[in-house]
């Protein structure tokens, strides 16, 4: 089969340099050393990444099945008036967390179809199912950001679906703060700005002659963003902090080989790796704005929806991080929001007709009110988004 072909070895990240459970590196998190919990969090992980890929081969005949059905489009008039279609709306990452809420969200509004973009298709089947979205309101699509091939199969499926392109949100991320050593993707990348930036900056290129087509009212790409790339802010300044330097190692591929993993050519990190991550994609956002906004009428957007202390994100940080991390961030900084709440904000940024500025990185207040916050020197640099944009261009094949 030909799509099982091209998935099926695309669908593997490799461990360059990783080295079992010797790869994780102690982490402190409010002073308190806490290396014990290491092994057993490595071990997890790896028997999920077996798993997730046994159920990956389970899931191809389905996805590609699923993915053909289109959602019912509403022309229908009322009374002699036109009422506006479904608009459709691609989430990658939908299947837990902030993607998950916002599907959810999006769904119960009964406005959209969601085509839930994700590398477990079982998993968020079930998802979907656990929060009750209506069954017609979905489509779950398969797609593996550790790999360029996913990629373009992903938009390959998408077009032979036939529905239209109306918004699509670059929600998924991982984040690997206790690795000693890095990890890569597919293509050779370092796998948390493989996936976060790189996998998102080739989907949302190939997807921009898609939402270009787009007949809907408001056309949106939507880049999820975070307060920890911001080093103008408190949360912005827990160390270690964001910073590309001069993109040595991203213009020599991320590789760790004869280059580093890390952006600015610096030792690999693993929490900084995260950040600059979302530093690319707060500037990929600007430069999207800057080079298409005028020409095509589509707005681009990032945000920081609030910290989401329960999500699947601190999955491979320490039993007690994971513990102390929400009362902390409720009781102390005041910065949690629920994953509910979190939900209604990215879904806002998706269909809010109020939200359709383009070039904008919006935050809320503690009235839950949106407003356009500003970004960091670093996450608003034109000069630099210009080469993180070029860079990336030639390491994903669009250059
Ligand atoms: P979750 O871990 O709950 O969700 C991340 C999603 O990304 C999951 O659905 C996961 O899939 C998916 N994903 C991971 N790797 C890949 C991949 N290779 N291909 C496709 N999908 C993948 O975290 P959050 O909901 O917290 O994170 C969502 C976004 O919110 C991220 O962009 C994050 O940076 C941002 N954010 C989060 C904050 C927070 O406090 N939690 C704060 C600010 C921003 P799977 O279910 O299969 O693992
Ligand atoms: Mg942070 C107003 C203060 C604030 C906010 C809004 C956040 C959000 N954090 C704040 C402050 C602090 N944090 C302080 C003072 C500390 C030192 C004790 C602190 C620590 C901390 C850690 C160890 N915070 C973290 C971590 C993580 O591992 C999380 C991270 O950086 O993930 C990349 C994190 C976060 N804090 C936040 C948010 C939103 C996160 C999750 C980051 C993200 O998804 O971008």
């Known amino acids: 089969m030909a799509l099982q072909a091209s998935f099926l070895p695309s669908a593997l990240s490799v461990h360059k340099e990783g080295k079992s459970s010797s790869g994780v590196k102690d982490t402190a998190f409010l002073g308190i050393s806490l290396s014990d919990h290491h092994k057993s969090d490595f071990t997890s992980a790896s028997l999920r990444t077996k798993r997730s890929f046994e159920q990956k081969k389970l899931s191809i005949t389905r996805a590609e099945t699923t993915a053909v059905a289109s959602p019912s489009i509403n022309r229908a008039t009322t009374e002699g008036k036109k009422t506006l279609r479904k608009g459709t709306v691609i989430i990658t990452g939908a299947s837990s967390g902030l993607g998950l809420a916002t599907a959810k969200a999006l769904s119960d509004t009964g406005k959209w179809h969601i085509v839930m973009a994700c590398r477990d298709f079982l998993k968020a089947e079930r998802a979907a199912k656990s929060v009750g979205m209506a069954k017609d309101s979905y489509t779950v699509m398969h797609l593996d950001l550790a790999s360029l091939d996913s990629v373009r199969q992903f938009v ?11 918004v699509l949100v670059c929600n998924a991320a991982v984040y690997f703060p206790t690795a000693r050593e890095p990890t ?14 790189l996998g998102h900056f080739l989907l949302a290129r190939l997807l921009l002659d898609d939402l270009n087509k787009s007949d809907y009212p408001s056309k949106r790409l939507v880049i999820v963003g975070s307060i920890t790339g911001n080093t103008n802010t408190l949360a912005g300044n827990v160390p270690p902090k964001a910073n590309l330097g001069d993109l040595r190692g991203l213009a020599g591929g991320l590789t760790g080989l004869n280059g580093s993993a890390m952006i600015d050519g610096d030792h690999f990190d693993g929490a900084k790796a995260y950040k600059d ?8 956002m600007q430069e999207f704005h800057r080079r298409y906004h005028e020409e095509t009428g589509i707005s681009f957007t990032s945000l920081y929806p609030g910290c989401i202390a329960t999500t ?31 939900g209604k904000r990215l879904a806002q940024v998706v269909s809010d007709p109020s ?13 839950s009110a949106s407003f356009e916050n500003q970004l960091s020197e670093e996450a608003s640099d034109a000069e630099k988004a210009r080469k993180v944009w070029e860079m990336s261009e030639k390491l994903v094949g669009l250059a």
Not at 156 to 166: K, V
């Open 312 to 342: 699947g994100l601190f999955r491979e940080h320490i039993p007690l991080f994971r513990l102390l991390f929400p009362p902390f961030q409720k009781f102390i900084t005041k910065g949690f929001v629920s994953e509910a709440e979190s």
């Open 277 to 284: 991550s979302k530093v690319c994609n707060m500037l990929m």
């Open 355 to 367: 939200l359709t500025k383009s070039g904008v990185y919006w935050s809320w207040n503690k009235d």
């Open 184 to 197: 890569f993707t597919a293509d050779g990348f370092e796998l948390s700005v493989g996936i976060n930036h």
């Open 156 to 166: 390959h499926n998408f077009r032979r679906s036939d529905m239209p392109l109306d």
